[in-house]
């Protein structure tokens, strides 16, 4: 999966309803959606989903223009021009090494 894709679908961006929730629940403080946009638009590609359905997705780490963390589970529907986010959040430093790889 490329980064470029996900930017290309940035225009149409569909939240789940799970995603919604997370935000407006984050224990860090509400993720708004343009902090979404934000890190995605800056963001890398940490995690690929290959077998993921309906669509294939990936988790991006990115920080948004005031400098928050977020980690964003996405889909890129290229035939339909759309980005589905699925879940997002604010990693913490227990759980990730330098927000990108898992602490095992």
């Known amino acids: 999966m490329d980064i470029s894709l996900i930017r290309q679908c940035l225009k149409s961006c569909v939240f789940t309803s799970h995603a919604k929730n997370e935000m ?42 005031k400098g928050r963390s ?7 529907v290229e035939s339909e021009g759309k980005l589905v986010i699925i879940t997002v959040y604010q990693p913490s430093e227990e759980l990730w090494v330098d927000l990108r790889r898992r602490r095992e």
């Open 24 to 65: 407006l629940y984050e224990e860090a403080g509400p993720i708004r959606e343009h902090e979404v946009k934000e890190a995605l638009q800056k963001g890398e590609i940490i995690e690929e989903y290959q077998e993921d359905r309906p669509y294939p997705s990936c988790l991006v780490f990115g920080r948004t223009n």
């Open 70 to 76: 977020l980690h964003v589970v996405c889909a890129p």
